[in-house]
Every structure is written in structure tokens, then in C-alpha cells.
């Protein structure tokens, strides 16, 4: 069964950091484009990074960049994003999914989603 499993999120002050992993199962990641997204309540779904399956390349949303990094380790069929100087705005629940790169800051999941792990930045 194809499945990807995000886990890593939790409650973290802002300024604060948490690293997200979304592991696969039944398929290899490193063929794939993957990409984390994030939604809040009441918003559409954001794209946030997307790292390539042919070199490697990464791409951020405006929102993100400077702040996440998204990393693959292909021996352990997992990608991360670590996330630095959180803000309470980042509050949201994080998804990894199979990613399409739309433009160099804009970028659509596909395929199956999991049940998203929470983020919540709040003192």
C-alpha cells in the first residue's frame, strides 16, 4: 500500500524550531518529486517546499523561505522540513504529499494525503 506518514509536529514557542518527517511506505521517495504543504483552519491548503526527485533542487514559498529546509535521506526513504524561527501564523496542520512545481514559489500536491501532523506556535 502507497502510503506517506508525516509525523514531528507539536507545540513550540514562537521563535522556536521542530523538524517534520514524512516517511513512505510501499514506494520509493527518491523517485519522486515530494513536497510538504500545510493548512490552517478556515484557509486553502499553502504549498510550503518541494525538493526534487532528478537533482535535488528545492523550492519555498515566499512564506517559508530563509525560515524551512526541506532535506530527503533516501537510505531511510524519508523527507524533512526543518522549521526555524516559527511564527504563530505557521500554526497549522503539515501534509507531505507527491508535489508538482508550478513556478519557483508556487507548487501543488497530488495524490494521496495522510492525516497531517499538528504545528502549533503559541506562547
Known amino acids: 500500500q502507497v502510503q506517506l506518514v508525516e509525523s514531528g509536529g507539536g507545540l513550540v514557542q514562537p521563535g522556536g524550531s521542530l523538524r517534520l518527517s514524512c516517511a513512505a511506505s510501499?514506494?520509493?521517495?527518491?523517485?519522486?518529486?515530494i513536497g510538504w504543504f500545510r493548512q490552517a483552519p478556515g484557509k486553502e491548503r499553502e504549498g510550503l517546499s518541494c525538493?526534487?526527485?532528478?537533482?535535488?533542487?528545492?523550492y519555498y514559498a515566499d512564506s517559508v523561505k530563509g525560515r524551512f529546509t526541506i532535506s530527503r535521506d533516501n537510505a531511510k526513504n524519508t523527507v524533512y522540513l526543518q522549521m526555524n524561527s516559527l511564527k504563530p501564523e505557521d500554526t497549522a496542520v503539515y501534509y507531505c504529499?507527491?508535489?508538482?512545481?508550478?513556478?519557483?514559489?508556487?507548487?501543488?500536491?497530488?495524490?494521496?494525503w495522510g492525516q497531517g501532523t499538528q504545528v502549533t506556535v503559541s506562547s
Open positions: 510501499g514506494f520509493t521517495l527518491d523517485y519522486y518529486t
Open positions: 504529499a507527491l508535489c508538482t512545481v508550478v513556478a519557483a514559489t508556487t507548487m501543488l500536491g497530488f495524490g494521496s
Open positions: 525538493i526534487s526527485s532528478s537533482d535535488g533542487s528545492t
